[in-house]
């Protein structure tokens, strides 16, 4: 199985993570009845040969490796975790059962399982240096200041995820890797009342700590003249 395409985006240290932690809480997107109808048909035809897993992996690839990195920090065992994850999924999709979840959902409560099982221990030591490096590899056209905004920006969300409860860090990150209240629900064995009450909660801190940051995400005329 092929290495996930890296790096790619973490988390928008502009817009993306002010964007999540606006007031209003972040809705899920209706579910497309036509993408998940051939959704089905692909994962009865990975059943049947292993090769035809192909789409499914394209698909999710890069949200399980970018919900890895957030967690680690180290874009090589990211790699290796992500590869972990789709090595386990084909082996068990045999016995997947749509049960109310979805697909997506299937996928990252693996990933979120061998992290708990492999990680956590090493989470709060993780280098945030790392993310930085990832991003700055990314947006080469921006300037230096934007840069530097955009690398304290996400320092800070890296610091002040750690400030969370486990629970509160899970369903954050999970939100980040674009998963919708049901799904993260069904990942995290919860309610999808817990699961908005959590979140909630997450938010409210999150915005608490980064306050100092909200308008300091350069608008798009900086640098030109």
């Not at 290495?3 to 007031?23: F, H, K, Q, S, V």
């Not at 089905?40 to 040969?49: C, F, G, M, P, T």
Request: aromatic share 6%; charged share 25%.
């Amino acid at each position: 199985m092929q290495a996930p395409r890296a790096p790619i985006e973490i988390g928008d240290a502009g817009g993306g993570m002010m964007t999540l932690l606006a007031d209003s809480p972040a809705r899920d997107v209706p579910v497309d009845p036509v993408a998940v109808s051939r959704e089905s048909v692909e994962i009865a035809r990975a059943r049947r040969d292993p090769a035809a897993f192909a789409p499914l992996y394209e698909r999710y690839v890069d949200d399980v490796y970018g919900y890895c990195l957030r967690r680690i920090s180290h874009p090589e065992q990211a790699a290796d975790l992500t590869a972990l994850v789709f090595t386990r999924a084909l082996a068990a999709l045999p016995r997947y059962r749509d049960s109310g979840g979805t697909f997506r959902s299937w996928l990252f409560s693996i990933a979120h399982n061998l992290l708990v099982d492999t990680y956590r221990a090493r989470r709060e030591t993780a280098s945030l240096d790392a993310r930085d490096q990832v991003h700055a590899m990314q947006d080469t056209s921006a300037g230096p200041e934007h840069l530097a905004l955009q690398a304290d920006l996400r320092r800070a969300f890296g610091v002040a995820l750690l400030e969370l409860t486990d629970g509160q860090r899970d369903v954050v990150e999970l939100r980040l890797a674009g998963l919708t209240g049901p799904e993260i629900a069904g990942v995290l064995g919860m309610k999808l009342a817990a699961v908005k009450s959590t979140q909630f909660r997450a938010y409210t801190r999150l915005r608490e700590l980064l306050a100092p940051y909200a308008d300091t995400s350069p608008s798009p005329e900086e640098g030109h003249p």
